[in-house]
């Protein structure tokens, strides 16, 4: 199953994040044609997908049991056991070193009240390529647009003679003198705080 998702932010040659999700029956051999079968139909599904989203992330993750994938332009997240000493559960990626994976739990069945054979992975990006944290917090100018302080600002423009902004035929001094004078009646009205 492919699932295509476009987050919120994403950098901006990303398009899209395209999440394919896998598994592979467990089969008595791992040379049979039924994994080299399902092995194919693997590759097909992340070629197609790349395909038409060219410029997406891809992430493949899933079952693998006892399917050997060896899938070009991608590496595997996942660096511990996942079953017993077997890597089962497995994550692909483009660029690995943006993540790093966490052995979690195995997961409680509410239904049945038994855990899972397999250990929950936890895939989180790697922070610290995505944030500067040696910069310094920068200071902004913001404005206090309370009730009262929107008040005093209408109480000001209702005072205003607009007459004297039309005096010049000029339609370009028109706009500088109202928009100049505007700006002197927010400064004077609508304080400011620094954060």
Not at 26 to 37: A, D, L
Not at 90 to 111: A, H, I, V
Not at 173 to 191: A, G, K, M
Request: with cysteine.
């Amino acid at each position: 199953m492919t699932i295509k998702i476009r987050p919120f932010w994403l950098p901006r040659e990303i398009a899209c994040v395209l999440i394919i999700l896998i598994y592979c029956p467990i089969f008595e051999s791992k040379t049979s044609s039924k994994v080299k079968e399902v092995v194919a139909r693997i590759h097909t599904t992340v070629e197609t997908a790349e395909r038409e989203n060219p410029n997406s992330a891809v992430i493949i993750l899933g079952d693998f049991n006892s399917a050997s994938v060896n899938l070009r332009r991608y590496k595997q997240n996942v660096t511990f056991a996942t079953r017993d000493n077997m890597i089962l559960d497995k994550c692909y990626t483009q660029k690995p070193y943006l993540y790093r994976s966490f052995k979690m739990p195995k997961l409680l069945s509410t239904s049945s009240g038994k855990t899972s054979d397999h250990h929950s992975i936890l895939l989180l990006p790697n922070n610290h390529r995505l944030t500067d944290h040696t910069s310094k917090p920068k200071l902004i100018q913001k404005q206090i647009w309370s009730s009262e302080n929107i008040s005093k600002l209408q109480s000001c423009l209702d005072e205003t003679d607009w007459s004297v902004f039309f005096d010049d035929p000029s339609v370009d001094t028109q706009t500088d003198s109202i928009t100049s004078y505007l700006r002197y009646c927010v400064e004077n009205t609508i304080p400011t705080i620094t954060v």
